[in-house]
């Protein structure tokens, strides 16, 4: 098996099956990435790519969100398979598949981006313009970012490769980079990102606003709070986005593109998302191996905690709760990587490091607002920061923040009985590092 690391550029990449608009996402067909990039329709072929191992089953499909939530206090796993039950119990091995499926797959995201940004700045077909070049060049770098951005608050410091893989030892012997190291390349991509990607709101595709986004919650991580509160007040600010009411708005009755959404991934009849098999009953085509816990359940049904949010949940027909963010048939839901509400709640933890009570309450109330219960009262900086962490737990109870949000507050001994600081971030994949002696296990692994 070859490590990602030095996976190959021939992955699979994507291209428009009915639309001839660039932009637009659905639905996709796969073909090879041999060729070269040499004029406008095998950049956009290439940028496709990048997006569809983006959207892939190991990556934001379903593998790595997985990983954010089955490690944190919210989800039990009803299956047999002793592998997903230690993400569940903090003692996850080296040997997991699910930690080598999202590593490999991110990667190989990684790998597909560089392609781009190696390659497309050097076509020459008058048809493509410098603006969609710059455009498809500044999503390639976004995704890129986003990417090691994954890697570094799940694994530390990972190998840093930043320029094409075009034979399987071509990086064999690149050790790994700090985890300040990786956060700054994420940084820095970003930086090149921004000039690069147009003003525009588009939910499926990186934008400025985009990128604005996951800087506000990259310096969230980096407890540079001043900058956190900035990125997130330009989104807060724009009126294309807004927190919808009720709460199951944004995803309920087949909704899709909403004015929550700053980011999602779209999915369609040909390129399904596997995350609803996980969570539907076997009445509904499921088999229900993620299911919510008695602890969610019960916070999401107390109407002075889950108000609307409660629709993240319902009974099957053995009287048994399930998740239901992830429901369609056929399973064509978005997987939702950056919601407006994100926004609010990274702002208000921000300014309530920053000693804005007042302000970081009120953006805190807001999202309760939206879910229809009431204000909350904090009036402290502890105090507000306990209601954002609580907040978080319940508004994103099935998407993959909250092992995160313990983690990089340094909260884990208290919320999760996590003791042992090694176990705060995940074992490198036994395969990698038995393909590279160059790479280095995680301590206490």
């Not at 073909?31 to 990556?59: C, H, M």
């Not at 004015?259 to 999915?267: A, D, G, K, R």
């Not at 993240?312 to 992830?326: E, S, T």
């Amino acid at each position: 098996m070859k490590s990602l690391k030095y996976i190959l550029s021939a992955g699979i990449l994507t291209l428009s099956a009915s639309c001839s608009n660039f932009l637009d996402v659905k639905p996709l067909e796969s073909i090879s990435d041999t060729q070269t990039i040499f004029d406008k329709t095998s950049a956009e072929t290439a940028i496709r790519g990048v997006y569809s191992a983006l959207s892939n089953g190991s990556y934001y499909g379903t593998t790595f969100q997985s990983i954010g939530y089955l490690s944190g206090d919210n989800i039990q796993w009803t299956g047999s398979q002793s592998q997903v039950q230690e993400f569940i119990n903090k003692k996850v091995q080296p040997e997991n598949s699910t930690i080598s499926g999202a590593w490999t797959a991110i990667y190989r995201t990684i790998n597909r981006a560089n392609n781009v940004i190696a390659k497309v700045p050097a076509v020459t077909d008058p048809l493509l313009t410098e603006t969609l070049k710059n455009q498809i060049v500044g999503e390639a770098y976004f995704i890129r970012a986003l990417s090691y951005f994954d890697l570094a608050r799940t694994w530390g410091g990972v190998p840093l490769i930043t320029k094409p893989t075009a034979a399987p030892t071509e990086n064999k012997g690149v050790t790994r980079s700090s985890q300040a190291d990786t956060y700054a390349l994420v940084l820095k991509d970003l930086e090149t990102a921004e000039p690069l990607l147009p003003l525009t709101t588009d939910r499926y595709r990186a934008t400025r606003k985009t990128v604005w986004a996951l800087r506000a919650r990259l310096h969230l991580y980096l407890k540079e709070w001043a900058k956190a509160e900035e990125y997130a007040s330009k989104l807060i600010s724009d009126t294309n986005y807004k927190l919808v009411k009720p709460y199951s708005s944004f995803f309920a009755n087949d909704a899709r593109g909403t004015q929550e959404s700053v980011f999602e991934i779209f999915y369609s009849a040909n390129e399904p998302n596997t995350h609803r098999g996980q969570w539907q009953p076997q009445t509904n085509g499921g088999t229900r191996q993620w299911a919510p816990n008695d602890a969610l359940i019960t916070l999401l049904n107390d109407p002075k905690i889950g108000g609307g949010r409660s629709a993240l949940v319902a009974k099957d027909n053995q009287n048994r709760w399930y998740g239901n963010l992830y429901y369609r048939t056929p399973a064509t839901d978005p997987s939702y990587i950056f919601r407006i509400a994100e926004l609010y709640l990274i702002r208000s933890e921000a300014r309530a490091n920053l000693g804005k009570i007042t302000d970081g309450l009120a953006d805190l109330n807001a999202i309760r607002d939206r879910a229809a219960i009431e204000p909350s009262t904090a009036s402290t900086k502890d105090a507000l920061l306990l209601a954002v962490e609580n907040e978080r737990r319940i508004e994103f109870a099935l998407e993959p923040h909250r092992w995160f949000d313990v983690v990089r507050t340094g909260r884990a001994p208290q919320v999760f009985n996590v003791t042992d600081p090694n176990r705060l971030l995940l074992p490198i994949p036994v395969g990698e590092i038995q393909i590279d002696k160059a790479l280095t296990q995680n301590p206490g692994y």
